[in-house]
């Protein structure tokens, strides 16, 4: 009963609730950038698009084939990324995988609504799946800056 027990508060109403609604669920048309990542153990991937302006994220599109786990990182991940700069999207990364890993905290704002994964520690085989949107967006704005200087 404890294992069922545990599930249910993992997969919690919040949970389900952000992996069906997604926003900037939709690709660009003529993004600056486009980043595809896959977690090799589950087969989530996460398809990011990017354009960046005076150094921040001014539109995103994301194609998002996770388990819950991954489709609730990306819908609070989508939610709060236009208007961020590149160091907010590696730290918010950075952070993610520390609160996931090492036990650290829930990221700060603007993604501090990734603390209602904080269940999914101990479910080390989902973690690949979480960070793949803030992943793929982190590469994604870093090829964005290289070809805005090009």
Request: aromatic fraction near 4%; proline fraction near 5%; charged fraction near 25%.
């Amino acid at each position: 009963m404890s294992g069922e027990t545990d599930l249910i508060k993992l997969y919690s109403a919040r949970i389900l609730d952000l992996a069906a609604n997604i926003p900037h669920h939709q690709r660009l048309d003529a993004p600056m950038a486009t980043v595809k990542r896959r977690a090799p153990l589950c087969g989530s991937t996460v398809t990011v698009d990017l354009s960046i302006k005076d150094g921040r994220i001014s539109a995103f599109g994301q194609d998002v084939k996770a388990c819950a786990l991954g489709q609730a990182a990306a819908a609070v991940v989508g939610a709060a990324l236009i208007g961020c700069t590149r160091a907010e999207v590696e730290t918010g990364r950075d952070q993610l995988r520390a609160m996931l890993k090492d036990g650290a905290p829930a990221p700060a704002a603007p993604f501090d609504g990734l603390a209602v994964l904080e269940p999914a520690r101990e479910y080390k085989n989902r973690h690949a799946s979480i960070l793949l949107s803030l992943e793929a967006t982190a590469e994604a704005f870093e090829q964005a800056e290289q070809s805005d200087c090009a």
